[in-house]
DNA sequence: GTCTATACTGCGATAGAC
DNA sequence: GTCTATCGCAGTATAGAC
């Protein structure tokens, strides 16, 4: 839960400087993009965004924070589950329908989340997202898995992510890239 | 062929910066990983540094260069060959071969390249990967595949790296991984 | 509660002494 | 071939205007 929701503040500069850095953060990754570009594109100083987070790992964390509840949400299901290709499947669709129902600037955030992961791996929240990628990775094996379907597992969060946000590498219209990658999932991770 | 190789030099500073930049580069990623940082671990300073390498960015360069040598001899062979299940197992499997003989940095290099794509893209050695990269997935893919076989030929490669660099994360010793890799990489672009 | 002005440290990079 | 000195910009931090 986070400290937003019924807040009413009398700007919007919070939010809009959400918006700018994922933006971004996506584009030009997170330690290139500077608070003061950031607060240039918001026609405010660098301090001003000081003033609504008080650091730029908390502007990230605030981000990575939408995610972090819908994953936790999944890997309680399956932690609850029996192992085996119900519950590997179940993970895999949960996952999918996650990241469709993620905001606008959901492909965004994955996208970074993809291709950042080494900024992202020392940042106190980049540790929570990671350990949830790890149970759902566990819960993904059934014990005894060999090498090879340990890597169809990981590939299989993989996929899911490229049919999120791979918008310009796939063809076809969102929800078809979508369905895709759920069809390449499944056949990886469960069978 | 790089420039170094029957080149005599006073000193071995300039590869003993590559290995030290190769190794902080791949813990903490490009950006976070300082030229004082490097400097300070041979016992000089900053400037000494830039003697060797104009620029941060020339560091890097001069490390993904061995790897692009390899990856444009495999997309030479592919754009000779007919499209088709041949060639993409080919591909597959050369680059699997690439990935095995490389130094033994090699791991590391693959691994920084997969978890940075971000703040390679905008480097000029970054552009000359990704467009290697591009060119290897399109001669992994026959005219008129379907988006989930788009997104299959990408995973190969994926996949490929993953058995190259995972070492924590899989079990077994590295030439069980890369089998293991190569069977499902090829699996999924091989059919 | 929201922001500006200002300053501190460390970064990549350059010029020039030895 | 390596150093000192210096530059502009980065993230961070505080004081105080409104």
């Known amino acids: 839960m986070t400290t937003a929701g019924t807040d009413e503040r009398r700007t919007d500069t919070r939010n809009l400087i959400r918006a700018v850095a994922l933006e971004l953060f996506a584009e030009q990754g997170y330690e290139k993009t500077s608070l003061r570009e950031i607060a240039e594109r918001l026609g405010v100083t660098k301090a001003a965004v000081y003033y609504h987070y008080r650091t730029k790992e908390e502007i990230l964390s605030s981000l990575l924070d939408e995610h972090l509840a819908g994953m936790d949400a999944i890997v309680e299901w399956a932690e609850a589950q029996p192992a085996g290709r119900e519950r590997r499947q179940g993970v895999i669709e949960r996952y999918s329908t996650l990241l469709a129902g993620m ?35 566990v819960v993904l094996v059934d014990p005894g898995a060999s090498a090879a379907d340990q890597l169809r597992s ?31 999932a499944l056949e990886l991770g469960g069978r």
């Open 103 to 137: 905001s606008d600037d959901g492909p965004q955030l994955i996208r970074f989340m993809q291709e950042n992961q080494t900024s992202i791996k020392e940042l106190a929240a980049g540790a929570e997202i990671r350990s949830r990628f790890e149970r759902l990775s």
């Open 154 to 184: 990981r590939l299989a969060l993989i996929a899911l992510h490229f049919g999120a946000f791979a918008l310009d590498m796939l063809p076809g219209a969102p929800d078809e890239r979508r369905d895709a990658a759920l069809e390449v």
